[in-house]
């Protein structure tokens, strides 16, 4: 793997958001929580969407439930140690996403879409309506956590969350990163690129096309409720909002304005539009217009988003070093 | 005619009347999808455009001096009118045509955002309506059980909508024009179709439908800011239950979502936020690809 | 008036501060510097127009303390920032405590955010005052003995007080009854509320059928032939988002409303859009914490109704009264403190220790603060009549009821249930 300088640059990157929390006011620390239960999520998002090219736009459920699945083990059974909840919330990922990913991936592109979207609002449908269970428009709490079996007494939550935890799941975020190359570059994630590019000549080939597919599901999904988890426990609260369809848009947005045709691209976007949407609710009332406005600009200019920007514009000044030598 | 009979009543006229809403809307999305393969997240947006403007140009009319008996009238213009932001959509559209339907779908998505804040910043934060206008056409009574003569001129407006579109597609050359597009965009293009045109004129067409839907039943409803992001999940529904791309799958679709609804709040009122979806997944179980859609993949 | 994110605000007319000099509050150099003041509220979807009341309130209560010299000698800033969803929301939270530095955040309509927000102001250290989302659960187990966060009265007042106007003038007129509620936890504990006081005050009745349309559904008209259908002697609805008025439109349509009691304790907050063509007279019509066209309203509120009546064309629900105590009770709390303190800037803890148990007049009625950070106000409900200049209903002004929370709401610490069984209300 001739990875030299992307290695560089990834590490670099990695140390910058290492020194965040102790080089920038505490408020970024805290901007930046989310941005990596995004970023994980993303990663199993775009294995589905970049990977395998099933656009679903429901994934916004699979955050939900690994939130609500940190609210029940940890509000209701009393779980202490996050490790053991985040477990959980990857187990209800995957139970919901086998009977979903089932019944979805018999199909693809707009109706795939369309399915996951009816799904996802069903799950907000029904945690708004089983309120005696779920705490409906109010939700549940999350508790603070154990993190690597340390309370981190000294520390009140706003502390916790721009300290410890935020190196925690920037940890996190590096091991799902490590894991998820691992799938893409294995013979699986062969198997999917294969089959996205041509479903009809995969199937000839002998590959199981639909198992296939729904095991990408069922990663993307583990992932998401990771990624689910981590906000919750940043918010202190699950709640339906989490699920509803315009969310699962905006994990489509991040992942687009990245760029879906690279491995980094969705945690390149979920930074920007964190950082982005940040910046533009401070400036104006409108910021959805103007969010609106990018990501129409995003999706008809920029197709493969700004990791795919970085690279042309890094293959470009590859080339100019190398003609000058 | 008892009050058992007349309530059934109530409800079952109910149920159609939200049926032909819907059914206008999800007809526009039903022709896009099926010349263009577009499917339109910002189909709420145009049901929301048409019912904000439709409230404001009815209001311009009856403060002008308008007899009250042209709402219909004035409603179906407003609608009409508002149509007019199709060709500049599709234009935008138009620019992704080539590339993954992924694209398309996000570009409206992009639209759905946008239109957001295009609705709060012309019409305001409150919500919008009209008194009871639509009563000037009278109410059609027998005994217990009354319905607007309005309702009834919504649901005849849209099946008459179905008949003229089904007309249309099955025996005007135009219609065949489009069906072959349709099927086949490069064998069209090669026989001299002018595809611009023809998707141009569709996206008009379902914008069209959506808008009208929006401003006909502003007279039962209100205008407010989540209605376009809320009535999406409900199109999505019929269409996906009807199947992709058929009109006779909007018609059923419509029907049984409005039907299934209403009933449900008869037998069990506790299940009507569910009811839609429950309607979705049992159909998808029996019938994969919708009740008249061909199967996908 | 299209208020920017920002909206900095100097001194209206640096003049007219001479006129009513805060001499006790001689302004020493640090003073001089405005009093930042962040606003959480929500800009769009179902509860814009509530945010949207309350910015106009505070807009106007800021222009009338800046012209007399501001807070304790010190002009107020505004910095606002939108209430959208719990994490979104918590975000700005804290970029407005963190980045911005205000000395006080007010705002906050939603339950669900609300409880979210509360553990993170507490552990924020940052003086903050809720509009409203307030509901018995929230005060009952999540934040018992806040320091930092001041809450709106309790959600369940409303349905409280109409319910016991319902049993204080239709007692014995009723036997079935339907409810058509929102199907969330307002609209829940509201039914509830009313379904246990009537079971207190020993009134028969049975429940024909519960309606529970989704929030802000605007296809009501099979609700409608339901209830219809079950043929009750009086409907309660807590329904008050955009489709209250739909719901009343299409009532009205197919003779619902035609000979049946109607308690709605919640229509005020939509009160313009119960226009008189589909809203019938003698509704049991609650309007919470602000009626606008009150005969027994002080000169402030006549005030505040004019000017948002001729700048917006339009007028005032209660949401405007909410953000108006925010603000009003702070500043009084400032100056309290101030005074204390020889007429220094106090410390968070100072102006907190003055704030609980503090009475301000906000435009609605007198209001104050209990020990426990919970809001007592005052509510007006009465029923509804024809007999006005507007296109809209309003209060018979003989039928006017006001009562203040303290008769409304739990006491500290209290289960609201256990309470509803044995409270002594006044009926």
Not at chain 1, 16 to 24: D, E, I, K, M, S
Not at chain 2, 6 to 21: C, K, M, N, T, Y
Not at chain 3, 169 to 189: C, E, L, M, V
Request: glycine share 10%; with cysteine; net charge positive.
């Amino acid at each position: 793997m001739r990875h030299g300088p992307a290695l560089l640059l990834l590490a670099a990157a990695v140390a910058a958001l290492g020194l965040v929390p102790v080089l920038a006011p505490p408020f970024y620390a805290n901007l930046l929580v989310p941005f990596f239960g995004y970023a994980i999520a993303l990663l199993g998002f775009n294995l589905l969407f970049g990977y395998t090219g099933l656009l679903s736009f429901g994934h916004a459920m699979f955050l939900g439930l690994g939130a609500y699945a940190a609210a029940v083990m940890a509000g209701v059974l009393g779980v202490r140690q996050f490790e053991i909840v985040l477990l959980g919330a990857a187990l209800a990922g995957l139970v919901v996403a086998i009977p979903v990913g089932y019944l979805c991936v018999r199909y693809t592109g707009i109706f795939f879409g369309m399915l996951t979207l009816a799904f996802g609002m069903l799950m907000h449908s029904v945690l708004f309506k089983f309120y005696y269970l779920t705490g409906g428009d109010t939700g549940m709490r999350i508790p603070r956590l154990r993190i690597l079996g340390l309370e981190f007494a000294a520390y009140n939550k706003l502390e916790l969350l721009a300290g410890p935890f935020y190196y925690y799941c920037l940890g996190l975020m590096v091991v799902a990163g490590l894991v998820m190359w691992r799938i893409v570059h294995s013979p699986f994630g062969l198997h999917l690129r294969a089959l996205r590019d041509n479903a009809q000549k995969a199937l000839y080939l002998g590959v199981r096309v639909r198992q296939f597919r729904l095991a990408a599901f069922a990663i993307s999904a583990v992932y998401g409720a990771i990624g689910g988890a981590i906000l919750g426990f940043r918010t202190g609260l699950a709640d339906p909002e989490l699920v509803y369809w315009t969310h699962s848009g905006h994990l489509v947005f991040m992942t687009v304005l990245g760029g879906f045709t690279s491995f980094l691209g969705p945690i390149v976007g979920a930074l920007a539009l964190t950082l982005l949407q940040d910046q533009l609710q401070s400036a104006t009332q409108y910021w959805r217009f103007v969010l609106g406005a990018i990501l129409a600009a995003v999706v008809i200019f920029l197709p493969r988003g700004l990791a795919g920007l970085a690279a042309d514009v890094g293959g470009f000044v590859g080339r100019r070093t190398a003609g000058a030598a | 005619m008892s009050a058992q009979v007349s309530a059934f009543g109530d409800i079952l006229l109910g149920g159609i009347f939200h049926a032909a809403v819907l059914f206008l809307v999800a007809a526009g999305l039903q022709l896009v999808f099926g010349v263009q393969k577009i499917v339109n997240l910002a189909c709420g947006s145009f049901y929301a455009l048409g019912a904000y403007f439709g409230i404001t140009f009815v209001n311009l009319g009856l403060g002008a001096g308008m007899p009250a008996w042209t709402l219909l009238p004035l409603l179906l213009i407003a609608g009409l009118l508002m149509a007019a932001i199709g060709p500049p959509i599709e234009r935008l559209l138009r620019t992704v045509y080539d590339r993954d339907e992924s694209f398309q779908l996000l570009l409206t998505f992009a639209l759905v955002l946008m239109f957001q804040d295009v609705f709060r910043f012309v019409w305001g934060a409150n919500p919008q309506s009209l008194n009871n206008v639509h009563l000037v056409y009278g109410k059609l009574a027998t005994g217990d059980f009354s319905v607007p003569v309005y309702n009834l001129m919504v649901i005849g407006a849209a099946l008459s909508a179905a008949v003229l579109i089904g007309l249309f597609l099955k025996r005007t050359n135009y219609g065949r024009l489009l069906r072959a597009t349709a099927e086949n965009r490069a064998m069209a293009e090669a026989l001299g179709v002018n595809v611009r045109s023809v998707y141009s004129a569709v996206f008009t067409l379902g914008t069209l439908l959506g808008t009208v839907g929006g401003a006909l039943v502003v007279p039962t409803a209100a205008a407010s800011l989540d209605m376009a992001v809320e009535f999406v999940i409900e199109a999505f529904a019929v269409v996906v239950i009807g199947g992709l791309g058929s009109m006779a799958g909007a018609l059923a679709g419509a029907l049984l979502v409005g039907l299934i609804r209403a009933g449900s709040l008869v037998v069990y009122p506790e299940f009507e936020i569910l009811a839609i979806y429950l309607i979705v997944i049992g159909v998808l179980l029996l019938r994969p690809s919708g009740l008249f859609g061909k199967p996908a993949t | 008036m299209k208020l920017s994110r920002r909206t900095v605000v100097k001194s209206l007319a640096a003049a007219s501060a001479a006129a009513t000099s805060p001499g006790v509050f001689a302004p020493a150099i640090a003073q001089a510097k405005p009093v930042r003041i962040g606003i959480l509220a929500p800009r769009s979807g179902i509860a814009a127009s509530a945010g949207e009341s309350g910015l106009r309130a505070t807009q106007w209560a800021l222009e009338r303390y800046n012209k007399a010299g501001g807070i304790a000698g010190r002009k107020i800033e505004l910095v606002i920032e939108e209430e959208t969803n719990a994490k979104d929301t918590i975000e700005r939270f804290q970029k407005l405590v963190q980045q911005e530095k205000v000395d006080c955040v007010q705002g906050i309509v939603s339950t669900g955010v609300g409880l979210a927000l509360g553990p993170v102001v507490e552990e924020a250290r940052a003086l903050t005052i809720f509009w409203d989302g307030t509901t018995q659960d929230g005060v009952d187990e999540k934040l018992p003995n806040p320091k930092y966060l001041f809450r709106s009265t309790d959600n369940e007042c409303e349905a409280v007080m109409s319910s016991l106007l319902a049993i204080k003038h239709w007692k014995g007129q009723f036997k079935t009854i339907a409810g058509i509620n929102p199907d969330y936890s307002y609209g829940r504990n509201n039914m509830a509320a009313f379904v246990a006081l009537l079971k207190r005050f020993n009134i028969e009745h049975q429940v024909v059928t519960e309606q529970w349309p989704k929030v802000g559904t605007m296809e009501l008209t099979s609700h409608v032939a339901a209830l219809k259908a079950a043929k009750p002697d009086l409907i309660f609805s807590s329904l008050l988002f955009a489709d209250l008025p739909v719901f009343m439109k299409q009532a009205h349509v197919a003779d619902l409303t035609k000979g049946t009691k109607l308690v709605f304790p919640a229509a005020g907050w939509q009160h313009t859009l119960m226009k008189k063509d589909f809203t019938p007279e003698g509704m049991i019509f609650g309007h919470n914490t602000l009626y606008f066209d009150n005969p027994k309203a002080t000169a402030m509120q006549k005030e505040f109704v004019a000017w948002y009546a001729d700048k917006f064309k339009d007028y005032p629900n209660w949401e405007a009264d909410r953000a108006y105590f925010a603000i009003a009770s702070y500043k009084e709390a400032v100056e309290k403190a101030a005074k204390a303190k020889g007429g220094q800037w106090p410390s968070v803890d100072d102006i907190i220790g003055a704030m609980a148990g503090l009475s301000v007049e906000s435009l609605g009625g007198k209001g104050s603060w209990r020990k426990d950070h919970i809001a007592d106000q005052t509510f007006v409900q009465g029923f509804s009549t024809h007999k006005n200049k507007f296109d809209f209903v309003t209060l018979d002004p003989a039928t006017i009821e006001t009562m203040y929370s303290t008769d409304l709401q739990k006491p500290p610490g209290a289960n609201f249930w256990d309470w509803l069984k044995t409270a002594q209300f006044k009926i």
